[in-house]
C-alpha cells in the first residue's frame, strides 16, 4: 500500500497533460479506478474471511492459500488493484504519470510477490504449484 501511496504522490507532482476536454479520460479511468477497487475490496474480504493477513512485510509464515473469489482470476489481486488505480490516475494526469505506475508494477513484480510465492511454495507446496499452474500473477496472459 505504501508503494501505491508514494506511487500517486508522485503523479501528482509530475507535469500533467495540458488542460482540455477530458471526457474520454474519465471514460477510461472511471471503471478502471471502479475496478479496480472492488478488486482491493474483493480480495482484502477473502484474506479477512480466512484470517490471513494482508501485511506484505510478514510474508514467511502464511496461514492460509487463498484460492476463491477474486483469486480464481489473479494470484496478486491487491497489487492488479493497486496498479489499477495508479494507471487510472495516469489516465488523468497524462503521459508522465505512467513512469510511477511502472515502477510500482516493476518493483512488486520482481521484488515483493517474489518473496511471498516462496513462502507459499514452502509452506503449500502441492496446493500452491497447482494453484500457480491454472491462475496467472497478474491477469490473463499476464504471466511471471
Request: aromatic share 14%.
Given at each position: 500500500?505504501?508503494?501505491m501511496v508514494f506511487g500517486l504522490a508522485a503523479q501528482a507532482f509530475l507535469?500533467?497533460?495540458?488542460?482540455?476536454?477530458?471526457?474520454?479520460?474519465?471514460?477510461?479511468?472511471?471503471?478502471?479506478?471502479?475496478?479496480?477497487?472492488?478488486?482491493?475490496?474483493?480480495?482484502?474480504?477473502?484474506?479477512?474471511?480466512?484470517?490471513?493477513?494482508?501485511?506484505?512485510?510478514?510474508?514467511?509464515?502464511?496461514?492460509?492459500?487463498?484460492?476463491?473469489?477474486?483469486?480464481?482470476?489473479?494470484?496478486?489481486?491487491?497489487?492488479?488493484?493497486?496498479?489499477?488505480?495508479?494507471?487510472?490516475?495516469?489516465?488523468?494526469?497524462?503521459?508522465?504519470?505512467?513512469?510511477?505506475?511502472?515502477?510500482?508494477?516493476?518493483?512488486?513484480?520482481?521484488?515483493?510477490?517474489?518473496?511471498?510465492?516462496?513462502?507459499?511454495?514452502?509452506?503449500?507446496?502441492?496446493?500452491?504449484?497447482?494453484?500457480?499452474?491454472?491462475?496467472?500473477?497478474?491477469?490473463?496472459?499476464?504471466?511471471?
Amino acid at each position: 500500500m505504501f508503494l501505491m501511496v508514494f506511487g500517486l504522490a508522485a503523479q501528482a507532482f509530475l507535469p500533467a497533460a495540458p488542460p482540455g476536454p477530458r471526457w474520454w479520460q474519465w471514460t477510461l479511468a472511471l471503471p478502471l479506478a471502479l475496478a479496480s477497487l472492488a478488486f482491493l475490496f474483493g480480495s482484502s474480504m477473502r484474506f479477512y474471511r480466512a484470517g490471513v493477513s494482508a501485511d506484505p512485510v510478514d510474508v514467511d509464515r502464511p496461514r492460509a492459500l487463498v484460492r476463491d473469489g477474486v483469486y480464481r482470476v489473479t494470484r496478486n489481486p491487491m497489487y492488479v488493484a493497486m496498479a489499477g488505480i495508479l494507471a487510472a490516475h495516469a489516465v488523468l494526469r497524462g503521459p508522465w504519470a505512467w513512469l510511477p505506475a511502472a515502477c510500482f508494477a516493476l518493483l512488486i513484480d520482481r521484488l515483493q510477490i517474489p518473496a511471498e510465492e516462496e513462502a507459499l511454495r514452502r509452506t503449500f507446496p502441492e496446493e500452491y504449484a497447482e494453484y500457480s499452474s491454472k491462475v496467472p500473477r497478474w491477469l490473463g496472459w499476464l504471466r511471471a
